[in-house]
């Protein structure tokens, strides 16, 4: 992905949030990868993200394999100050 189009995609997604909830966040979470690259965080900021967050363990939640395998899989990768991946049951 370019800087133009990976800025694009990052403003177009801010103002999105800002006129659903008023707020762009505070943080930015890459979709798709789990570390943000410096090309992301850099056109991250110029839209007003100081922050980008990585995880470092996916739950895999979203592939609906019930609640003992994501226990599991969080349980068996997590470490101390692990960052971890779910995403909300629509």
């Not at 659903?20 to 690259?37: A, D, E, I, K």
């Not at 991250?44 to 599991?72: E, H, M, Q």
Request: net charge positive.
């Amino acid at each position: 992905m370019t800087a133009l189009g990976a800025h694009a995609e990052i403003a177009g997604c801010a103002r999105r949030l800002y006129a659903l909830t008023g707020s762009v966040g505070r943080r930015f979470r890459p979709s798709q990868m789990h570390y943000s690259t410096p090309l992301i965080e850099r056109e991250a900021r110029k839209v007003g993200y100081r922050t980008c967050v990585s995880y470092d363990v996916d739950s895999l939640d979203y592939t609906d394999p019930g609640p003992d395998a994501i226990v599991s899989t969080v349980l068996g990768a997590a470490r101390l100050s692990a960052c971890i991946l779910g995403i909300p049951a629509p």
